[in-house]
């Protein structure tokens, strides 16, 4: 709140009548502060919230950080020490209160906090909030306050150095990332030291607000409503945990209320002295009338308020509202008929769900630049690719309120993690008690939301463990499972059980879940696929050929990469550095012989862009390598989808695909589906199909056509193949095949079409598999059901008669913001990919087989543009032009 809202509630708090000793003031500490390094030879104005980086380019002291190679160039800066120092008056009023609070709700990272001279307090968790007692030191006039921030390298370096005992692995990163050592050492975002999608920019700020908070009775600082629901009654209750800080044992009244539910009641509380917790369970009169929350594709998502007050002697004291949605999750981990081992899978409000969706990562290097506008962008780009679900991972930063709020609100179910990954930790006292401080805090921030399906306790650790990833030897074992066990067992764990009993929680992802902890916690091998999630990466295998992916229960992690677009990279590169082979691409690849392995993957099916023209041959790069990528992941997806209602061999029943990763830090090479600054890839595009609700899924088993129905429906379908056999040559159909209309149950994968190749294509004129391709939808009676498909019979670089289709496209302004591009083509084309540069926006559709004439595609701008720019923009490439 700024200073004037504070002259308005006071204003109010004399309107009602009410003494003046139940009114709370809150003066916010954001805006300019100055900024200092250790030795005074850099100092300039800082916002607030916000990074050193951040500060250092708005002021011109630095370029932009993402330019070139400036993440090597900018080292230095996390390798000082920084101040922020701002100026304030406190009033009379405020300094009059019984109890004066000075609130930082994020630090980045290791710092000291002084007053007016004088220490109030040091940090050492980017995750926690923190906050002061500074009545005493307050004054009239100027008041300087001071926070020093360390150097986070040197702070984990000497942490490294103190913890002498025994080697806490990985000590650094792989060269190829060019980041930082000992991450794990610190209580900061893990990946900004260097991840292999991203680069290294040790951050150092107030990442979040800063605030003085006054009050004579009470304050309240946070409030939990979780509804949880009784089974053998039918009925809803509401976990309602309000989080005080009492100036003096205070007695009074909480009223919990839910008007649009007719639920109120009220509880005679005693507050104790000090922060406390206090729980209150209000019952839900009209259960029966309770509208649930469903995820994205299974239902609506209505919203209930709950009205919180607090009373003395009729004097209200505390009064808060926030919103509360109704649902069950739990995690069914229960045996399968016909093998071995448990299922692993959602159930949502007593629904099986299988989680469409991908993996998040952090939106920006620096978190002051991740505004509403980007993640609301990101976020309906996944809703409107039909995912229903995404997992936030365990190396990046729990998310700002914002964001679990959108996925509440668009029903995006969250796969939570802590934050630690593909490390060990150090158990030292010190660090269990601020990461204990960690998790309370932040379950109890988060658990109202419904998006939140799961906690997990960390990313791939049970896995480091258990496959020694970081060669400890065998004697040494046990000293690293008692501290796996101390950290995320007996900690995090207990602390999840004991503030949320809402939600699952697992240990590790991947992990065994009910069968690791049989194992003590660290399963002998975490990738049993007849167990828990998988994670599943293979660079090298023909990504075509999907018996090369595990047939797994959840598949949570999975994914190729792929290079950005041009015209994302053009702003932070020149000219010498657009070509495949240059210094700053080998720079931007934090994954090693990535950029060798997405074009010997791309060589398997496609043949390499080889124009004279360097430009032309470096864009048709990045382009082969999304086309190889949406096909690979599209094969991947596929295969899960279809595996959900099959056992074979023991395995299968998969009933997830998030694919890794949904979003870029960067412009650079990486497993996202979409680029830095929101463009979307080409598999983004593939996935609006991939994850359809009714998705028809044909490939080879041996030599025999299989098509399958896919159903995330509720309700039971009858639906038919409708296959179309087309020669490379022609874009005329050289035959349609239909197959017999079958039932397809909600929820399930079902086989309906099945015929050899050989016969197929005997029974089609005088196609061959290196002439013709195939293409299939599935309808029910009344019409097309899903999107349409398509089979390759042998790779395109093999294929005869595919030529080029000359596309030329008319644009037309049907809207404000909207355009339609018309494409017509001469020929069959493959992965016809639209272009507009640098215009921000998005194609209703895009990278797509075009076996028509003509195709009309849309065209949404985020920014004024025309028809003229449109056109002059506009670039058309299919895989015949790019050799």
Request: with cysteine.
């Amino acid at each position: 709140m700024t200073l004037w809202g504070n002259c308005i509630s006071v204003l109010l708090c004399l309107f009602w009548g009410l003494l003046s000793v139940f009114c709370s003031l809150t003066v916010s500490l954001n805006g300019k502060w100055s900024l200092s390094n250790s030795n005074g030879s850099v100092s300039l104005p800082a916002e607030v919230p916000g990074c050193v980086h951040s500060a250092l380019q708005l002021q011109g002291d630095i370029q932009d950080p993402y330019f070139r190679f400036n993440d090597v160039s900018y080292r230095w800066i996390a390798f000082d020490n920084w101040t922020y120092t701002t100026t304030f008056t406190a009033s009379t009023q405020l300094r009059a209160k019984q109890k004066v609070l000075l609130v930082f709700d994020g630090v980045d990272t290791v710092a000291s906090i002084w007053l007016n001279g004088a220490i109030v307090g040091e940090t050492d968790n980017m995750f926690r909030r923190y906050d002061f007692p500074v009545r005493a030191l307050l004054k009239d006039g100027d008041n300087v306050l001071k926070v020093s921030l360390l150097s986070p390298v040197v702070y984990a370096s000497e942490r490294r150095k103190a913890h002498s005992a025994y080697r806490v692995p990985p000590e650094c990163p792989p060269d190829v990332q060019k980041g930082e050592c000992h991450v794990n050492f610190i209580r900061k975002e893990q990946s900004s030291f260097s991840w292999d999608w991203g680069p290294s920019f040790p951050t150092m700020g107030l990442w979040k607000g800063v605030r003085l908070e006054a009050f004579d009775v009470l304050q309240l600082v946070q409030v939990s409503s979780v509804p949880l629901h009784d089974l053998s009654l039918s009925q809803w209750r509401v976990q309602v945990e309000l989080v005080v800080d009492a100036v003096q044992t205070t007695n009074g009244q909480i009223s919990l209320s839910v008007p649009e539910l007719d639920s109120e009641q009220s509880f005679q509380t005693q507050f104790l002295p000090g922060k406390t917790k206090y729980s209150f369970t209000l019952h839900i009169n009209t259960s029966s009338q309770v509208k649930l929350w469903w995820p994205n594709g299974h239902g609506d998502r209505p919203v209930y308020h709950l009205a919180v007050k607090g009373f003395q002697d009729e004097l209200l004291i505390l009064n808060t509202e926030s919103k509360v949605y109704f649902r069950t999750v739990e995690l069914i981990q229960e045996p399968v008929v016909g093998s071995p081992g448990l299922s692993f899978y959602f159930r949502i409000n007593g629904k099986p769900i299988f989680l469409k969706g991908s993996n998040w990562i952090p939106a920006h290097s620096f978190q002051d630049q991740v505004t509403a506008a980007v993640l609301r962008n990101l976020l309906q780009s996944a809703v409107d690719a039909s995912m229903n679900a995404l997992r936030v991972w365990g190396g990046g930063v729990y998310e700002q309120d914002l964001f679990y709020s959108i996925c509440d609100e668009m029903g995006i179910m969250v796969w939570q993690d802590f934050m630690f990954a593909c490390a060990m930790y150090p158990t030292e006292d010190d660090f269990v008690q601020t990461v204990r401080e960690e998790v309370i805090q932040q379950v109890q921030r988060l658990k109202s939301h419904p998006s939140i399906i799961t906690w997990s306790g960390n990313n791939e650790n049970e896995a480091a463990l258990a496959t020694n990833w970081f060669n400890i030897p065998v004697s040494q074992r046990p000293t690293y499972l008692k501290d796996y066990v101390t950290l995320y067992v007996k900690n995090i764990r207990a602390i999840v059980q004991e503030e949320d009993k809402s939600r699952p929680f697992l240990v590790s992802s991947p992990t065994n879940g009910a069968e690791s902890e049989q194992e003590g916690w660290v399963a002998e091998n975490p990738y049993d696929l007849h167990y828990g999630d998988t994670h599943f990466y293979s660079y090298l295998s023909d990504c075509w050929d999907w018996t090369t992916f595990p047939r797994t229960r959840f598949a949570s992690e999975y994914g190729f990469q792929s290079w950005p677009s041009f015209s994302t990279l053009q702003p932070v590169s020149i000219k010498e550095d657009w070509s495949y082979n240059s210094n700053f691409t080998s720079h931007r690849q934090h994954h090693e012989s990535g950029n060798q392995q997405m074009l010997q993957q791309a060589a398997l099916h496609f043949n390499l862009p080889n124009s004279t023209d360097p430009l032309k041959r470096f864009t048709d790069t990045l382009y082969i390598t999304q086309v190889m990528q949406a096909q690979c992941v599209k094969t991947q997806t596929e295969f899960y989808r279809r595996s959900q209602s099959e056992i074979i061999e023991g395995k299968g029943r998969t009933m997830g695909a998030l694919y890794w990763q949904l979003n870029d830090v960067w412009q650079a090479p990486s497993w996202s589906s979409i680029e830095f600054g929101g463009k979307w890839k080409m598999l983004h595009y593939f996935a609006q199909n991939f994850f359809a609700s009714v998705l028809p899924v044909g490939f080879e088993d041996g030599d025999t056509l299989l098509i399958y129905a896919v159903s995330d429906l509720s309700h039971d379908l009858k639906l038919r193949a409708v296959v179309s056999v087309y020669s490379w040559s022609d874009l005329d159909p050289v035959c349609t095949l239909k197959s017999d209309l079958l039932p397809v149950p909600g929820g399930s994968a079902v086989a309906i079409f099945k015929q050899p190749v050989a016969a197929l294509l005997a029974g089609c004129g005088h196609c061959t598999r290196l002439t013709c391709l195939l293409t299939f939808h599935l309808e029910d009676s009344s019409g097309q059901q899903g999107p349409s498909n398509h089979h390759f019979l042998s790779s395109p670089k093999d294929a005869q008669g595919l030529q080029r289709p000359n596309i030329t496209a008319e644009v037309k302004q049907e809207d404000e913001t909207g355009y339609s591009v018309t494409l017509h083509s001469a020929s069959v084309a493959p992965f016809v990919w639209l272009d507009v540069g640098n215009i921000p926006g998005r194609f209703s559709s895009n990278g797509f087989l075009m076996v028509s004439r003509n195709r009309t595609v849309g065209f949404n701008a985020w920014r004024p543009t025309n028809v003229t720019e449109l056109s002059r923009s506009l670039t058309i490439t299919s895989l015949r032009d790019v050799y």
